[in-house]
């Protein structure tokens, strides 16, 4: 029985261009907003990315997941 040659020639090389953004990386503003559940005023951070601004945060009273459309300054 003769061993069959196995060509590797179907696998892609990793795509290194393809990075998601490191939010830890990233330069960011502190603000200050109330969730819109628990009513809890806390800090969190606007992150900065290359074109656009994050605001997502989680609430540390009811771990309540805080968009933009629900981000409200109290600055
Ligand atoms: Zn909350």
Known sequence: MSMK???????????????????EQLPFDNDQIKCPKCKKLQEAKILHGRAEYYKVHQCTN??????????????
């Not at 040659?5 to 939010?23: A, G, I, M, N, R």
């Not at 009811?62 to 600055?75: H, K």
């Open 5 to 23: 040659k196995t060509s590797f020639t179907t696998q892609k090389p990793l795509l290194e261009t393809y990075v998601v953004p490191d939010p």
């Open 62 to 75: 009811c771990g309540y997941i805080i968009r933009e459309g629900e981000w409200r300054s109290t600055r």
